[in-house]
């Protein structure tokens, strides 16, 4: 129970990058698209992919400037 409550965003993630797929899946060999379920589909996949992707990398951008700031008032 503890490591799910540890890794809960990464399971939500991966189940919404799943459910969107799925989606994608089903409107494509079915044709049954609702406009408004699409966007709000691709909404919360450009949520999920921009907080993993946009979150790390600005983030390590942080750190690594701290770092550096640190480096130059310790010489």
């Known amino acids: 129970m503890k490591k799910v409550l540890e890794n809960i965003k990464a399971i939500i993630a991966l189940f919404i990058v799943f459910f969107s ?3 994608f899946f089903i409107t494509t060999f079915f044709g049954k698209e609702n406009p408004q379920i699409l966007i ?3 909404g919360a996949l450009s949520l ?3 907080y993993y ?3 790390s990398s600005g983030s390590a951008q942080k750190q690594e400037t701290i770092d550096k700031m640190n480096q130059n008032k310790t010489t």
């Open 48 to 50: 999920v992919i921009g």
């Open 53 to 55: 992707f946009g979150s």
């Open 21 to 23: 797929f799925s989606y």
């Open 40 to 42: 709000a589909v691709v």
